[in-house]
């Protein structure tokens, strides 16, 4: 029997009430005979849009993606053409999809306000905006910032009531240690009620992440680095870590990697090659890196095997009621530097999988609240998926073995188990109950209990 190791250490029971839970680490799983856990990569879509006005050029970078209601809003560096500032430039879509950049009137270049720019001068260099979703921000300061605008190493807040016109909150700098050149990541983390920040330093000269916490966005602690375990130190350019909109207590990351020795094209005036690899963590500093792959490569294209590229935007939206959309910048000093979109099936980075001469995956001890098992996974027309509960010994609890379940097949965002055509599993709310599950060419991506 093949054993994984929980992401933490441990084997005491989870308590996971009613949250959604996804399969991207071993976090939930106590052992698996036959399954293991796969990484799904993002499939490449359209390209979102070219950063081709005058203002913008072929180092445009450090894109944030955000949805707020029915608007899709990025935020992105514009740089690189001759002559030009760096200035901070604003598109927004009504489907993630099809992308305008509006003529917002606030700052002149080129002799004129007709231009997409919503922030100039000190900090555009990596302005990386978020929506506050915390419930006691004031309503002028609904969206925040944080960029490296005061003196070298450091980082300056801003704010804004609507995310177009903004204004630093502070002079002074809010936190002073470590190298701010490249994307830093904050935002409301609402699973622990406090502000959170992830941004690169340089460990034993190697590029890693720092992070810090803040219950006020001015005054934070210590940075501290996140702990990879025992993984190979590899170079994080940026990080994109971000909780994740339907299970906020998980954090994603999309590092970009990067491996400063390599040169694909000759011609090319700068070294370095760059992918983008998929970390999560339960504790927002130990990060699981049970994918050690590319979570998306450059690919065949050729302008992609060149330095800083496959630059993954800090943020995740959902973009229809089965899709979630991430975008990463291609083409990097390239005069075609654009955004491309990429898409997962929902809770879709990773999945237990089994092939067609089947396998199980036996989860810790669970204690959870609510009466239905829903779970969102898919099959081949041969394959299968069947549960089992089970307590906490290992043993089958008698009308949820996995003779009274069913064979489940098709491939659905959510099913609700059952068992003798019984869903109810109310009875079992609050004991230590885990979940043994039989796939068969199959992926289980996620489970719930709901009410």
Known sequence: ????????????????????????????????VGAELRLHSPVPREVSFPFDLPWEGPVSYYVTVAKEGDLYRAYYRGAGNPGMPEVTCYAESRDGIAWTK?????FEIQGSRANNIVWMGRGCHNFTPFLDTNPAALPEHRWKALASAGPRDSLVPFVSADGIRWRMLRQEPVLTQGAFDSQNIAF??????????????????VRAVLTATSEDFIHWTEPQWIDLGETPPEHFYTNATTPYF??????????????????????????GLSDAVFLTSRDRIHFDRTFMEAFIRPGHDPRNWTDRNIGVAFGVVPTSPGEISLYYVEHYRHPTCRLRRATLRV????????GYAAGEVLTRPLLFSGGQLAINYATSAAGSVRVELQDEAG?????????????????????LVRWNGASDVSTLAGRKVRLRVR?????LYAFRFVA
Not at 102 to 106: E, H, R, S, T, Y
Not at 347 to 354: E, L
Request: aromatic content about 12%.
């Open 1 to 32: 029997m093949q054993r994984v190791t929980a992401a933490n250490g441990e084997k005491g029971a989870v308590e996971i009430s009613d949250r959604l839970q996804l399969f991207v680490d071993s976090y939930l799983i106590d052992r698996t």
């Open 102 to 106: 509006p003529k917002l009137g606030l």
């Open 188 to 205: 409301w983390d609402s699973a622990r009620g406090r502000y959170a920040a992830y941004f690169r330093g340089f460990h034993l000269g």
């Open 246 to 271: 339907r299970a906020p207590d998980l954090l994603l990351a999309f590092p970009k990697r990067f491996v400063p020795e390599r040169q694909w094209d000759a011609g090319h005036g700068e070294t």
């Open 347 to 354: 809770d879709g980075f990773a999945s237990v999988r089994a």
């Open 395 to 415: 043993r089958a609890i008698p009308g949820f073995t996995m003779r009274e379940c069913p064979e489940i097949y098709g491939d659905e965002l959510e099913r």
């Open 439 to 443: 796939l068969k060419d199959a992926d």
